[in-house]
């Protein structure tokens, strides 16, 4: 059962910073897609950035130049968190789609219902 486990969430204020983890187990070749999704109280889910498997990124134009997404061969995915605001509160999901051209991985920031797996999440709450 391919399942992603996230860690490094937590509470910081206006300004700071955080860096999320994210481990998959239960796979053992290189997964195409990867990428974090959030949930704020009261509003939709929504994509927060997407990489590929060659490195490529994408990101949703309310994290950019501030959020980067990151991975390594071993099917880890991380998000460094800069410049938090308190509109960045909510629970972080790590998601991924185990095949995945890299067209379509980009185009998952804005369609989370495409991404296979999801864990369980981490939360983050950014205080002004």
């Known amino acids: 059962q391919v399942q992603p486990v996230e860690s490094g969430g937590g509470s910081v204020q206006a300004g700071g910073s955080l860096r999320l983890s994210c481990g998959v187990s239960?796979?053992?070749?290189?997964?195409?897609?990867m990428g974090w999704f959030r949930h704020a109280p009261g509003k939709e889910r929504e994509g927060v950035a997407v990489?590929?498997?060659?490195?490529?990124t994408t990101y949703a134009a309310s994290v950019k130049d501030r959020f980067t997404i990151s991975k390594d061969n071993a099917n880890h995915v991380y998000l460094q968190m800069n410049s938090l605001k308190p509109a960045d509160t909510g629970m972080y999901y790590c998601?991924?789609?185990?095949?995945?051209?890299?067209?379509?991985?980009?185009?998952?920031?804005?369609?989370?219902?495409?991404?296979?797996?999801w864990g369980k999440g981490t939360p983050v709450t950014v205080s002004s």
């Open positions: 239960g796979y053992s070749y290189n997964i195409d897609c």
């Open positions: 998601a991924v789609e185990i095949s995945a051209s890299v067209d379509w991985c980009s185009r998952l920031v804005g369609y989370a219902d495409g991404m296979d797996y």
């Open positions: 990489i590929d498997r060659l490195g490529g």
